[in-house]
């Protein structure tokens, strides 16, 4: 059966490798590259398309600009990309963590026949897109602290909703020591799972699969849905 599948990333952000030698790659084309590879039956609803300033609008303006592409989708996907995230900008001011809070939320509205109905939170999965040397490490970076080794996410690069539904498993979660007595998380441990790119987009299906699955048990998570 087919995915309805709501993709959020930053627009403009170049600060990622090409994907063409000798042309200048943005995250779009990664998202256009993304499309390409859908299989005929998911559907795509694409978040921001230009730089429109959120400062000035308030809350309710701007779920009327983003409620008929999130609420028609089932899963969403954060690109996560070196840029994505103006630090200069509160939070509220930017796309993405209004698109992941609405993706979160469950919303009601009428449906043809004047019926209220209302949608679940969406499965959510995160790609971490290569910077412009190529390199997942200012995300993703392995680590040779302990004797298994373990790959540190620098959090700190998210918007502050994102960050908060990462490592955020309550139930069955399951964790060790690091031998620098930093904690340790493995197996499934994030609402938010994070991937890269490289993997993605050579079995897409498999990582959508697991965000579903994920979502089915959503009561194991602590989930923030506020920006």
């Known amino acids: 059966m087919g995915k309805k599948i709501f993709v959020s990333y930053k627009y403009a952000d170049d600060q990622v490798e090409n994907l063409t030698l000798g042309e200048n790659s943005t995250v779009r084309d990664y998202i256009d590259k993304f499309e390409e590879k859908l299989d005929s039956s998911d559907n795509i609803y694409k978040g921001e398309s230009q730089g429109e300033d959120l400062s000035d609008l308030s809350d309710d303006t701007i779920w009327e600009k983003l409620k008929n592409r999130i609420y028609d989708s089932s899963v969403t996907i954060v690109f996560i990309s070196p840029g994505m995230r103006e630090t200069w900008k509160k939070d509220r001011d930017q796309w993405i963590p209004w698109e992941v809070s609405y993706s979160l939320k469950e919303t009601s509205r009428k449906n043809k026949n004047g019926d209220s109905v209302t949608s679940h939170s969406n499965a959510m999965l995160a790609v971490v897109i290569p910077d412009e040397n190529g390199s997942y490490s200012y995300y993703l970076e392995a680590k040779n602290c302990c004797s298994g080794g373990c790959t540190m996410h620098h959090t700190n690069r998210l918007f502050e909703i994102i960050k908060k539904n ?43 699969n697991s965000a579903v699955e994920r979502q089915e048990h959503i009561d194991e998570y602590d989930i923030c849905k506020e920006v």
């Open 166 to 208: 990462k490592f955020n498993r309550i139930k069955n979660a399951s964790k060790r020591t690091c031998d620098n007595n930093d904690t340790i998380w493995s197996g499934t441990c994030s609402y938010i799972e994070a991937v890269k790119w490289s993997n993605f987009i050579v079995n897409y299906q498999k990582y959508v």
